[in-house]
């Protein structure tokens, strides 16, 4: 979408094709026999679901991480976090747990970039800890729990500092998911200005995370901690309410 005169209307030509280059037929190519199956009355159904599998299979690296996408190498915080909580948990828990942690640097969930140098004024790799969360609910791996616990507490005492915003009990920070910063702010809008910003879904994201931390505590006898994020997480549903 443009606005090239800056009148706040944006617009966009959408060719539509006749449809002669879209292939005519799909193969699987992968064995997806180790994974869960799918059958309905509805043949499209389970061809997607089946390519579907076939997709992730070709996803997976050859140092087990998963790929971002068709045109991004690498492992991306937030990208490899949504996937996990969408599915790869449950299909892929290895693999999910190394992806993770490739994005850990000092004991710390690593910012992907994004407005203004990325952290603080993006905010929202604490999506990690929602899926790391998953994974454990998946594999109930203790190991991988207190791993996990260090790594997110550690990551959350750098946000109290510098994303907690004590007036409103918010956190500040860009927009997750939809996180193309020229789609989802107007031009005036500087880094600052987003920063200062408080977010629904990075919000809902935070909230989560102290949920999960509150959880984390709980199982790992760690009751002063619980009731610390507890806390936390009520103030954020306050200022969210």
């Not at 390519?51 to 492992?75: N, P, Y």
């Not at 004590?166 to 927009?175: A, C, D, F, H, I």
Request: glycine share 6%; hydrophobic share 35%; with cysteine.
């Amino acid at each position: 979408l443009k606005d090239p005169d800056g009148d706040g209307i944006y617009e966009t030509t959408i060719a539509l094709e006749d449809g002669s280059e879209t292939a005519s037929k799909w193969t699987l190519r992968k064995d997806i026999s180790a994974f869960p199956q799918y059958h309905s009355d509805y043949p499209i159904s389970d061809a997607i679901y089946n390519m579907s599998l076939d997709e992730m299979q070709h996803a997976i690296e050859t140092d087990s991480t998963f790929r971002t996408g068709k045109e991004w190498a690498g492992v991306w915080t937030r990208d490899i976090s949504y996937s996990i909580i969408l599915s790869m948990a449950s299909l892929q828990p290895k693999v999910a747990m190394y992806s993770l942690m490739r994005k850990v640097k000092n004991d710390r969930i690593i910012q992907d970039t994004g407005t203004g140098g990325a952290y603080p004024v993006s905010s929202d790799r604490m999506i990690w800890a929602v899926a790391a969360w998953e994974v454990y609910k998946v594999t109930g791996d203790e190991d991988w729990l207190k791993k996990a616990y260090r790594i997110i507490q550690k990551s959350a005492a750098d946000d109290e500092v510098n994303v907690y915003d004590n007036k409103t009990g918010m956190v500040r920070g860009e927009s997750s998911f939809l996180d193309w910063r020229e789609e989802t702010y107007p031009k005036w809008m500087q880094p600052a200005d987003i920063y200062e910003s408080q977010c629904l879904g990075t919000n809902a994201v935070h909230y989560q995370v102290n949920r999960i931390l509150a959880c984390m505590a709980k199982l790992l006898g760690d009751k002063n901690g619980a009731s610390g994020y507890e806390q936390m997480d009520d103030k954020i549903r306050q200022g969210i309410n």
